[in-house]
Nanobody, 121 residues
Framework: QVQLMESGGGLVQPGGSLRLTCAAS????????TGWFRQAPGKEREFVAA????????VYADSVKGRFTISRNNAANTMWLQMNSLNSEDTAVYSC??????????????WGKGILVTVSS
């Protein structure tokens, strides 16, 4: 099993940047594909970005491609989401997730509690 905890959310102005961190417990972090989903108020949860177990492969939703960067450090049991050029449509609760196999629909075995990102002037 793995436990996940997000940090780094908050209020940011349009055009600004934030870096989300997902800290994982346990010694098997490297055996999980990991990534981020988000859910905006009144909307369905959506895929944001994912990274392979080794960190060698990444994939992004079209809405964040070129603005967000996902990365991980298996030795530190940590994953990050660097978010640049934020706009109001990025306002959401962001959750990190992990599983042996990544599922873009969100059927993942392990989840963090989520953290709020608000983009507003």
């Amino acid at each position: 099993q793995v436990q996940l905890m997000e940090s780094g959310g908050g209020l940011v102005q349009p055009g600004g940047s934030l870096r989300l961190t997902c800290a994982a417990s346990g010694r098997t972090f490297s055996t999980y594909a990991t990534g981020w989903f988000r859910q905006a108020p009144g909307k369905e949860r959506e895929f944001v970005a994912a990274i392979s177990k080794s960190g060698g492969d990444t994939v992004y939703a079209d809405s964040v491609k070129g603005r967000f960067t996902i990365s991980r450090n298996n030795a530190a049991n940590t994953m990050w989401l660097q978010m640049n050029s934020l706009n109001s449509e990025d306002t959401a609760v962001y959750s990190c997730a992990a599983d042996q196999v990544w599922d873009y629909t969100g059927s993942m075995a392990y989840w963090g509690k989520g953290i709020l990102v608000t983009v507003s002037s």
